[in-house]
């Protein structure tokens, strides 16, 4: 994850537990094919994990019609509606037949608004991600993939702590955010927004 070359995150990178693959995205690009000459990438500033052994994950009851894809193929979106109001964007971790998975719940995009995509809703509208790409496999083939984190080094802290939005196995610490970026949905308490100037975000991104 240190290299400086732009890869494209594998099948092998998502077939781990959620928690383990949870804090190695921050820092990472979810890219989306807008046009033949377009991309449009933004960076993963925040992640939560899920996991069947634990109540607040949709597969804890076991597979149903509505959760079916969390338990299939590592690399795979999870998209929900929740609240019947906005979708959730996931990626689905670990191993087929165990529901697993990490969700998106904030992208910082560069030149854009630094809230556009600061939280599961607004991050799914801002990349035009919805039910129909259910089960999609994330590649450049289907115009949607992530690719690896750069400037490592100079990102700073990744905060780890509990889940928000949820009622149970609340205190599991299984929410990761970039501390250096002002994109994320929610600090923890007494962690103070970032001046701009302090702000981290990668010099550039040439894409694939």
């Given at each position: 994850?240190?290299?400086k070359?732009i890869?494209?995150?594998t099948?092998?990178f998502?077939?781990r537990?959620?928690?383990?693959?949870?804090?190695?995205?921050?820092g990472?690009?979810?890219?989306k094919r807008v046009?033949?000459?377009?991309n449009?990438?933004?960076?993963?500033?925040e992640?939560e994990?899920?996991?069947?052994?634990?109540?607040?994950?949709?597969g804890?009851?076991g597979k149903?019609?509505r959760n079916?894809t969390l338990f299939?193929?590592?690399?795979?979106?999870y998209?929900?509606?929740s609240?019947?109001?906005y979708?959730?964007?996931?990626?689905?971790t670990g191993?087929k037949?165990?529901?697993?998975?990490?969700?998106?719940r904030?992208?910082?995009?560069?030149?854009?608004?630094?809230?556009?995509?600061?939280?599961?809703?607004?991050?799914?509208?801002r990349?035009?991600?919805n039910?129909?790409?259910?089960?999609?496999?994330l590649?450049?083939e289907?115009?949607?993939?992530?690719?690896?984190?750069k400037?490592?080094?100079k990102?700073?802290n990744?905060?780890?702590?509990?889940?928000?939005?949820?009622?149970?196995?609340?205190?599991?610490?299984?929410?990761?955010?970039?501390?250096?970026s002002?994109?994320?949905s929610?600090?923890?308490?007494?962690?103070?927004?970032?001046p701009t100037?302090?702000?981290?975000y990668p010099?550039?991104?040439?894409?694939l």
């Amino acid at each position: 994850m240190n290299s400086k070359a732009i890869a494209i995150l594998t099948k092998e990178f998502f077939s781990r537990p959620s928690h383990l693959v949870a804090p190695d995205l921050i820092g990472c690009y979810l890219n989306k094919r807008v046009s033949k000459n377009k991309n449009l990438s933004g960076v993963i500033v925040e992640t939560e994990a899920y996991s069947q052994e634990e109540d607040s994950c949709h597969g804890f009851s076991g597979k149903t019609k509505r959760n079916e894809t969390l338990f299939g193929e590592p690399g795979n979106l999870y998209i929900y509606i929740s609240y019947g109001i906005y979708h959730c964007v996931n990626v689905v971790t670990g191993k087929k037949n165990w529901a697993n998975g990490v969700l998106l719940r904030s992208i910082a995009i560069r030149d854009e608004d630094e809230r556009i995509a600061a939280g599961p809703g607004l991050l799914a509208k801002r990349f035009g991600l919805n039910r129909k790409h259910d089960n999609l496999l994330l590649s450049p083939e289907n115009n949607f993939w992530f690719t690896n984190r750069k400037d490592f080094k100079k990102m700073g802290n990744i905060v780890q702590t509990t889940r928000i939005g949820i009622s149970k196995a609340k205190d599991i610490p299984w929410r990761w955010y970039l501390e250096s970026s002002r994109s994320v949905s929610k600090r923890v308490k007494g962690d103070k927004i970032p001046p701009t100037n302090k702000c981290w975000y990668p010099s550039s991104h040439e894409g694939l």
